[in-house]
Each structure stands twice: as structure tokens, then as C-alpha cells.
């Protein structure tokens, strides 16, 4: 196993957030970068200044909305899978699947689902069991893998600042909380919330109502590890600092560090 650093992040607008993007990168240097919400097509997608920055780049576009990436520090991202099986017929870009640096890695941008009760919540739902089918046989697959990216599932009340306001928000929702935990209990490791059991960790600050500045946080972006991956884990955190950038993403980059031998 290579000694790697793997990381998810919510773009929110590649064009806009390029430069923040691209200093990131070059301060954190993650080997694989998961990202969400391009609101970009392809066409619009800034592959060669990626590439110039030493990223191999895999994307799915959409124009305005949704779209997922995964960057590949001096390599190329093999692609594997565009969508979901079971969602051939959905228009929206929010799942791609590569091999990358010996890793198997699934980007996904799942959908957020307010407001509910409605057809956006029933579309969560609908995308989120196509995601635990899916995620079934590439927990079961022989090779190291991660399940990357906006989950938009707040798991349990210790990964939200405060959860009375949000208690009707399609995050927080029972039929949510109960998928991602059917997801887990197939085997999967949430690493951040593995190597830091009790504390609050949040990756979301939403631009409204001073959330920033008053660390009114939720953890919604997850990397999730296969019993193939997980005994590799090393380390996991989320780069805070850049949510305090200049027109900053209201998610910061969330990421792990594998290390070359098991270590439990």
C-alpha cells in the first residue's frame, strides 16, 4: 500500500473557487481529491490548469448544478463507473468510480433531498438505496476502497452544532440517519469519526446567520473505507482554513492518510 493522503471537498463553483482551489492543493498536496458540486459542464471544466498543477483530472459535469471530480496527484484516474447502476436514467452528474495511485475510489455528490416530505426527499431516498446496493458488492470486491465525498447525512446529533433548528432539514431526517447507518453496518469505517470518537468534528458551515465565525458547524462530508482499506488508516481531519478564505466554499476539505503497512 502507498503511503496516501486522500481528500473530499464540496467546490460549490469550480469556476469561482479556482484559485482557492488550486492553493489548497498546492498547501495540502492531497494524492486524491474528491470533488463535488462543480456546477460547471465539461466543457467549462479547468482541466489543463489542473493538469498543469500536476493533477490528472476524471469529471462529470452539469451545467449550473451538481457535478463530481476526482484529481490524481501525477497520475491518471482510471475511470470505472459514471453513475450509479440502478440510476442509468438519471440526468444528474453526482457519482464517479476510478482506480487511482492502487485505490478504488467512488466520488459522490448525493442528493440533498429538502425540501421534505416531497419529490426531492423520495429522489434522496431513491439515490441512496442504489448507493447501499451499489456499495454491497465494492465493500465485498477484494480491493482497497473508499467511498468519497457530500453525503449530505448528518449521522447522529454530535456531528451538528445544534440540532433543534434543524430537526425538519432532510439531513436529519430518520429515513437519512437509518440508510447511512444500513451503509455502515455492511462493514464500512467512517474514518473521521473513527479516529475521533467524541469530538465535534463539522465540515459544513452554512453562509448564513454568522455559522462561520460561530463554529455553528455539521459533519455531512464522509470518507468511508472497505475492510480492505481500513486497517491502513493512519490519520484523518478536515483542512478548517479554508473555510476562512476569500469567497470561500461553505464545506472545507475533509481527508484521510493511509499508511504503508496495516495498523490494526
Avoid at 208 to 223: E, Q, T, V
Wanted: hydrophobic fraction near 40%; charged fraction near 25%; include cysteine.
Amino acid at each position: 500500500m502507498k503511503a496516501l493522503k486522500i481528500a473530499t471537498f464540496n467546490i460549490n463553483g469550480i469556476r469561482s473557487r479556482l484559485p482557492a482551489l488550486l492553493a489548497w492543493l498546492e498547501r495540502e498536496q492531497p494524492d486524491i481529491a474528491c470533488l463535488q458540486e462543480l456546477k460547471a459542464p465539461d466543457k467549462d471544466f479547468p482541466r489543463a490548469t489542473l493538469e498543469a498543477a500536476g493533477y490528472g483530472c476524471l469529471y462529470q459535469g452539469q451545467p449550473a448544478w451538481n457535478g463530481v471530480a476526482i484529481l490524481a496527484r501525477d497520475s491518471e484516474p482510471l475511470e470505472v463507473r459514471r453513475g450509479l447502476p440502478g440510476m442509468q436514467d438519471d440526468s444528474q452528474a453526482r457519482y464517479l468510480e476510478a482506480a487511482v495511485h492502487g485505490i478504488l475510489v467512488g466520488c459522490l455528490y448525493l442528493p440533498n433531498g429538502n425540501p421534505q416530505p416531497g419529490p426531492k426527499f423520495d429522489y434522496k431516498l431513491q439515490w441512496f438505496e442504489c448507493l447501499i446496493a451499489h456499495a454491497q458488492s465494492l465493500r465485498d470486491n477484494g480491493h482497497p476502497t473508499v467511498l468519497a465525498g457530500d453525503f449530505n447525512v448528518v449521522p447522529t446529533d454530535l456531528d451538528i452544532y445544534d440540532p433543534r433548528s434543524w430537526r425538519k432539514d432532510a439531513l436529519l431526517q430518520p429515513e437519512t440517519r437509518a440508510c447511512y447507518q444500513r451503509l455502515l453496518a455492511q462493514g464500512w469505517l467512517d474514518a473521521l469519526r473513527h479516529l475521533h470518537p467524541e469530538e465535534r468534528v463539522y465540515t459544513f458551515w452554512d453562509y448564513f446567520r454568522n455559522h462561520w465565525p460561530r463554529n455553528a458547524g455539521l459533519r455531512i462530508d464522509h470518507l468511508l473505507l472497505n475492510p480492505d482499506l481500513a486497517p491502513y488508516l493512519k490519520a484523518a481531519g478536515v483542512d478548517a482554513w479554508v473555510r476562512n478564505e476569500t469567497k470561500a466554499s461553505d464545506h472545507a476539505p475533509t481527508w484521510i492518510t493511509l499508511s504503508t503497512r496495516k495498523r490494526h
